[in-house]
């Protein structure tokens, strides 16, 4: 379904590696076990964003187990704070940051080692003014979708592939091989260096599983471990 020898080349030619990130972790599901196991099994390090005020201890549990899974910050409870008619955005300009660090802390006594001072916004979305304050709140890098790498005014490592289309209402389809395979192409030819995959293991139909298994089963010599992308300091 992907033809992962064509994409192989691709990024040797273009010097390129592939990442991996997933969404929306907040407990142990059968969902997540399929998961953390794809990870295990193709020994790809994953960069799971968990959202700290919606999880529990099943979760710390099981990703416990897998100490290839690097444990990132989602927001804090995945509200959406955006006025009517405007885009969701847990993160907005008059956020209150303090809730930030805490649930930062929360997810530091969970997950110890495993955790990462990351911050992945709800939606792919943050104040430009909240992302200035990120390195005051104890982050190192932050992730949302599409934008080239930057490190002003911190490292920022966006993914550039979501293998799902976002309904207008509550539907999840698979984007389709094709063009999910097109977003990979696309950052290439931009130059893109690390090409983050996202996915989203509690919405994603038989499908996108199967595709996402092909993407990391035949290309998993080109994946590098998150932490070679955000170049992770110690906090
Ligand atoms: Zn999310």
């Keep these: 379904m992907v033809n992962t020898i064509v994409l192989g080349l691709a990024l040797r030619l273009h010097g390129a590696?592939?990442?991996?990130?997933?969404?929306?972790?907040?407990?142990?599901?059968?969902?997540?076990?399929?998961?953390?196991?794809?990870?295990?099994?193709?020994?790809?390090?994953?960069?799971?964003?968990?959202?700290?005020?919606?999880?529990?201890?099943?979760?710390?549990?099981?990703?416990?187990?897998?100490?290839?899974?690097?444990?990132v910050q989602h927001g804090v409870i995945h509200h959406n704070n955006a006025p009517q008619g405007h885009k969701k955005q847990e993160l907005v300009a008059d956020f209150d940051s303090t809730l930030l660090i805490k649930e930062k802390q929360r997810l530091k006594d969970a997950f110890g080692a495993q955790f990462r001072p990351i911050?992945?916004?709800?939606?792919?979305?943050?104040?430009?003014?909240?992302?200035?304050?990120?390195?005051?709140?104890?982050?190192?890098?932050?992730?949302?979708?599409?934008?080239?790498?930057?490190?002003?005014?911190?490292?920022?490592?966006?993914?550039?592939?979501?293998?799902?289309?976002?309904?207008?209402?509550?539907?999840?389809?698979?984007?389709?091989?094709?063009?999910?395979?097109?977003?990979?192409?696309?950052?290439?030819?931009?130059?893109?260096?690390?090409?983050?995959?996202?996915?989203?293991h509690q919405d994603m139909d038989e499908q996108t599983w199967s595709y996402i298994r092909c993407l990391l089963r035949n290309l998993n010599q080109y994946y590098v471990d998150p932490d070679q992308v955000f170049h992770i300091l110690k906090r």
């Excluded at 991996?20 to 076990?33: F, G, V």
């Design 17 to 71: 590696k592939l990442w991996w990130r997933d969404d929306d972790a907040t407990r142990d599901t059968p969902a997540l076990r399929q998961l953390l196991d794809l990870s295990a099994t193709t020994k790809i390090p994953l960069l799971l964003a968990v959202i700290p005020k919606l999880m529990d201890d099943s979760l710390v549990t099981l990703v416990r187990q897998y100490p290839l899974v690097r444990v």
């Design 119 to 200: 911050l992945v916004p709800p939606w792919n979305r943050i104040d430009d003014e909240l992302v200035k304050q990120l390195p005051d709140l104890g982050f190192n890098a932050w992730s949302a979708y599409a934008h080239q790498e930057t490190d002003f005014p911190l490292a920022r490592r966006d993914c550039a592939a979501d293998p799902i289309c976002w309904g207008i209402n509550d539907s999840r389809p698979f984007r389709g091989s094709y063009r999910t395979t097109a977003t990979i192409i696309r950052a290439l030819l931009q130059g893109w260096k690390h090409i983050g995959i996202l996915t989203h």
